[in-house]
C-alpha cells in the first residue's frame, strides 16, 4: 500500500510539473506573441507617421498647384477679354477701310462719268449716298469729293 501511495504521490508530481509546465510554456508563448504585437504596433506607427507626412506634403502641393491654377484661369480671363476687345477693334477698323475703299472707288467711277445708279450698284452704297456724290460734283464741290 505505501508503494501504491508512492506511486500515487509520484503520478500526482509529475502531473503536477506537468502542468506548472505546460502553464510555463503557454506564459513563454504569450509573452512572445505580446511582443510580437508590440513591433508590429510600433511599425505600423511609424507607417502611419510617414504616410499622414507624405499626405501633408501632397494636400499642401495640391493647394499650392489648385492656386497656381486659379491665376492663370484669372490670367486666361483677361487675356481672352483683351483679345475680344483687339478683335472688335480689328472688325471696325477693317469696316472703316472697306467704307473708304468703297467711296474711293465712287470717286474714280464718279469721275469716269458713270450715273448715280451704276455708282450705288458697283460700289455697295445706297442711292441717296450716290446721288449726293454725283450733286456735289456738278455743284462745284469736286476738290472736296476728289
Known amino acids: 500500500m505505501i508503494a501504491a501511495q508512492w506511486m500515487d504521490k509520484v503520478w500526482l508530481e509529475v502531473a503536477l510539473i ?3 509546465s505546460i502553464s510555463l510554456l503557454g506564459l513563454m508563448l504569450a509573452c512572445f506573441c505580446l511582443h510580437r ?8 506607427q ?7 507626412k507624405e499626405l501633408q506634403v501632397a494636400k499642401s502641393g495640391s493647394i499650392g498647384m489648385g492656386q497656381r ?15 475680344d476687345k483687339t ?13 473708304q475703299l468703297s467711296y474711293q472707288n465712287a470717286i474714280r467711277l464718279l469721275n469716269a462719268g458713270l450715273g448715280a445708279d451704276e ?3 458697283s460700289c455697295g452704297l445706297s442711292r441717296a449716298e450716290a446721288s449726293l456724290m454725283v450733286l456735289m460734283r456738278s455743284g462745284g464741290f469736286s476738290k472736296d469729293v476728289a
Open 18 to 20: 506537468g502542468g506548472v
Open 37 to 44: 504585437s508590440r513591433r508590429q504596433l510600433q511599425a505600423t
Open 46 to 52: 511609424t507607417l502611419y507617421q510617414r504616410m499622414n
Open 69 to 83: 491654377l486659379l491665376a492663370i484661369e484669372h490670367k486666361l480671363n483677361l487675356t481672352v477679354s483683351e483679345l
Open 87 to 99: 478683335v472688335s477693334k480689328q472688325e471696325q477698323l477693317e469696316s472703316q477701310d472697306v467704307d
Open 119 to 121: 455708282i450705288a450698284r
